[in-house]
């Protein structure tokens, strides 16, 4: 059985920073392209940033320079390091774990508020 279970979330400051960890199981972890998507009430889900099995990282503009994704093939997990986030980064952030184009798993999401 595959999970993906993320934590970190919570409430920030604008300016603030998080950290989101996700961790997986049932996988072969190493071999796994893994991300993080975000939604925010009334749009659709977007890709935030991505991390192949071979380390190469893609982020979305809006966060470049800000947000670090990470991985730790020893310890099955991926993490996105959030820095000088904005009132426009809020929303539920979700792990993803995907394989080819056939092999897609998600996790269950969590939420992050940017407010004063």
């Known amino acids: 059985q595959v999970q993906l279970v993320e934590s970190g979330g919570g409430l920030v400051q604008p300016g603030g920073s998080l950290r989101l960890s996700c961790a997986a199981s049932?996988?072969?972890?190493?071999?796994?392209?893994m991300g993080w998507y975000r939604q925010a009430p009334g749009k659709q889900r977007e890709l935030v940033a991505d991390?192949?099995?071979?380390?190469?990282?893609n982020y979305v503009t809006s966060v470049k320079g800000r947000f670090t994704i990470s991985r730790d093939n020893a310890k099955n997990t991926v993490s996105l390091q959030m820095n000088s986030l904005k009132p426009e980064d809020t929303a539920v952030y979700y792990c993803?774990?995907?394989?080819?184009?056939?092999?897609?798993?998600w996790g269950q999401g969590t939420q992050v508020t940017v407010s004063s």
């Open positions: 991390i192949s099995s071979g380390y190469i990282a």
């Open positions: 993803q774990a995907s394989w080819g184009l056939s092999d897609t798993y």
């Open positions: 049932g996988i072969i972890f190493r071999t796994y392209a």
